[in-house]
């Protein structure tokens, strides 16, 4: 088993920054993309941001030049760096891991518990 745990949501004004981050643990032999999600109420899923275990990296358009996402392969840690927010940046923000639990297993996706991002003045 994996567990993901996530840090760093909050309240922010329009114009803030926020760093999230992504802590993979357990059995972990290693770790393929990395990235997260959001969902708003309301609305369905979306890709913020992936980065592969190579380092390459995609973002949706609505983030694009706003957010980075970087990794920390040694830590299992995925961040996502927020500047410029907007209010339409609000949503529950999740990161999810592909990980292999062992040298002959299958790719699994984990989830982490959602960290909640409030864009408000």
């Known amino acids: 088993q994996v567990q993901l745990v996530e840090s760093g949501g909050g309240l922010v004004q329009p114009g803030g920054s926020l760093r999230l981050s992504c802590a993979a643990s357990?059995?972990?032999?290693?770790?393929?993309?990395m990235g997260w999600f959001r969902r708003a109420p309301g609305k369905h899923s979306e890709l913020v941001a992936r980065?592969?275990?190579?380092?390459?990296?995609n973002y949706a358009d609505s983030v694009k030049g706003r957010f980075t996402i970087s990794r920390d392969n040694a830590k299992n840690t995925v961040y996502l760096q927020m500047n410029s927010l907007k209010p339409e940046d609000t949503a529950v923000y999740y990161c999810?891991?592909?990980?292999?639990?062992?040298?002959?297993?299958?790719?699994?996706?984990?989830w982490g518990q959602g960290t909640q991002v409030t864009v408000s003045s």
């Open positions: 980065i592969a275990s190579g380092g390459s990296t």
């Open positions: 357990g059995t972990i032999y290693s770790i393929n993309g």
């Open positions: 999810n891991a592909e990980v292999y639990e062992g040298r002959w297993s299958g790719l699994r996706d984990y």
